[in-house]
């Protein structure tokens, strides 16, 4: 008994674990339940014909979703990749539902999807901690100042809204990630089996969406920016790219014939993407749509939409980007080689995201917490933020310092406000309030007005807004499973207040860990001081 309390005590001390315990916590007070949006509903549809006998597109779906390939059958024309992650829950969560006591339940949530949202994020958000945590350690930032930036990364970026919707954001963040870290273990070390997993992590993302290839030529721009910056000899250089290469390349393209020859099964071409096809059948169904369709959009209105719209500004989303450019900016002459490297390339993947999405007729990712297409990329540069904030703090005048927390605080506040309700609420509501909104202000009047039971007078419950009395009763609840379970009634009283004592048991335990991290990292900074 006294050798488990003793071994009990060594983990709550250790600041890694500590870690991981407040990424499982966070993943699970967040979760609603539902997958979150439409295209996660689909994707986990495809995870289910991968072991079962159903298609992968109903045909009632058709033609909101889905496009005729081989046979005339429909399939889904979104990569395999998240379905594959979603898999192993899925196989738990369909044996789950037929249990005993599932069977008078009214499956709303269903059981399937809160299995495979729970699981599924719990485990991304776990991993992802411990890998931001890992590269933030390599770009040589203290303990302190890398837990720093992960927390930040958890809860004060667009991270923990994709963390309760359960989009690709988030698997994508995972793999990039990893494959910096392992490549840049690579640079340092020449292991090939550390090139070699850095190089499948990115692969990995070319099955998701093929647009990662980005993610890719950004892991080849960090490795090279890093020996650029510590003045590496031309010769050397390019015996490192070559390398480099002789590893990569292969990696790349196996990932790449894969997620060919799944399109090839689908739609019989190895060369076509979805998106012709999709344009095909959209102009069979309406012939007014330009010939360009869906690369319709003026360049300048995607561009600037991303950076200015207040619908889906990425500096109003993740405000955190803005103080990661500043202190970047700012900080450029004393920063080391890694982190100058890290940096701009992270920049230069924005650019890239944006620039390559601002033509696309549905650029700011639709229904969607600001703009998921390039939110990705913004959490990779808002990493390094608060740990360049703490390691540079003598250099900071008062002003700059208490202005760089203040827009943290900012960040989390928005990014909690994220979770509170349903993210279609909003776009419903501009069906009727027009365009452009601030859609970060409507929410917190949203939240307000619901809090003090206001929705009838403020006009924010206004059923016939939705033409769907299932999306009416999810947008008129706050967004957790406890009180979604109470505000649909399909679960029975026991089950719902089962829930709450869970839910609640686990919010407490997360600032328990929280404080027990707050305090180790105090006693590390003390004993190093």
Request: include cysteine; charged fraction near 15%.
């Amino acid at each position: 008994m006294l050798a488990m309390s003793s071994r009990v005590g060594r983990w709550l001390r250790d600041p890694l674990l500590l870690l991981s315990l407040t990424a499982g916590l966070l993943a699970f007070v967040v979760q609603s339940g539902e997958l979150g949006t439409a295209d996660t509903m689909h994707r986990l549809q495809t995870t289910h014909w991968l072991w079962t006998s159903e298609p992968q597109v109903f045909p009632n779906d058709y033609p909101e979703f889905g496009l005729h390939g081989r046979g005339g059958r429909l399939y889904s024309w979104y990569g395999i990749g998240q379905s594959l992650l979603m898999l192993p829950a899925d196989l738990l969560g369909t044996w789950a539902a037929h249990w005993v006591i599932f069977s008078g339940y009214g499956d709303d949530p269903a059981v399937r999807s809160i299995v495979v949202s729970y699981i599924t994020n719990i485990m991304v958000n776990v991993l992802t901690a411990l890998i931001a945590f890992r590269l933030l350690r390599q770009l040589r930032f203290d303990v302190r100042e890398s837990m720093a930036g992960v927390l930040a990364l958890m809860f004060c970026t667009t991270h923990l809204h994709y963390t309760q919707n359960m989009m690709e954001n988030n698997s994508i963040m995972l793999l990039t990630l990893t494959g910096f870290s392992f490549q840049y273990e690579w640079l340092r070390t020449a292991s090939q089996r550390a090139l070699f997993l850095g190089s499948c992590a990115l692969g990995l993302n070319l099955l998701t969406r093929l647009t990662t290839g980005l993610d890719l030529i950004a892991g080849a721009i960090f490795v090279l920016l890093v020996l650029w910056f510590e003045g590496a000899p031309g010769r050397g250089l390019w015996r490192r790219l070559i390398a480099y290469s002789k590893v990569a390349a292969p990696v790349y393209i196996f990932f790449l014939l894969i997620d060919r020859t799944y399109q090839f099964y689908r739609f019989g071409s190895f060369t076509n993407t979805y998106v012709a096809l999709f344009a095909k059948e959209q102009r069979l169904q309406d012939p007014s749509l330009p010939a360009n369709f869906p690369w319709s959009t003026p360049f300048h209105v995607g561009f600037l939409g991303a950076l200015v719209q207040p619908e889906k500004s990425i500096f109003l989303f993740d405000p955190l980007l803005v103080l990661a450019i500043f202190l970047l900016v700012l900080l450029w002459k004393v920063l080391t080689p890694e982190v100058r490297a890290y940096g701009l390339t992270s920049l230069l993947l924005l650019l890239g995201y944006i620039s390559f999405y601002a033509r696309y007729t549905y650029w700011s990712g639709d229904f969607a917490w600001g703009d998921r297409y390039v939110s990705t990329a913004v959490e990779l540069v808002a990493l390094i933020a608060v740990p360049l904030l703490m390691r540079y703090r003598e250099r900071f005048e008062v002003t700059i310092w208490r202005a760089g927390w203040g827009v943290v605080a900012v960040s989390l506040i928005i990014q909690l406000a994220s979770l509170a309700f349903w993210v279609p609420l909003e776009i419903y509501q501009m069906e009727t309030l027009g365009h452009p909104t601030f859609v970060i202000a409507l929410r917190f009047k949203n939240i307000l007005a619901f809090a003090l039971g206001k929705m009838d007078a403020w006009g924010l419950n206004n059923e016939a807004m939705t033409q769907d009395a299932w999306d009416y009763v999810h947008i008129t609840t706050w967004n957790f499973l406890p009180l979604l379970l109470r505000r649909v009634g399909a679960a029975p009283g026991w089950v719902v207040k089962t829930a709450f004592a869970v839910w609640l048991a686990a919010i407490t335990a997360l600032a328990s860990v929280l404080l027990r991290l707050q305090s180790i990292l105090r006693t590390v900074a003390e004993a190093h001081a």
